[in-house]
């Protein structure tokens, strides 16, 4: 089971009304899911880095012939 961790955290009442209205959730939500995406900002800036760079062996046809 995870640990939670209460806080307080003093943020601007107009950026807190558009996280929340993209995030369509309530306060402690919209925070979570805040803190989620700036934890995963390395993992995406390094995913961003290879765009180009990785080869793939597959043909894009031969996998869709599964899909008729």
Known sequence: ???EQK???HVRKDLLIRAQK???AGISDTVRKGLELLAA???Y???RR???KVKFSLDLA???KDKR
């Open 50 to 52: 290879m765009r180009g």
């Open 45 to 47: 800036e390094g995913l």
């Open 1 to 3: 089971m995870e640990t």
């Open 22 to 24: 993209a995030s369509k």
């Open 7 to 9: 806080i307080t955290v």
């Open 62 to 64: 031969e996998l869709r």
């Open 41 to 43: 900002h390395d993992a």
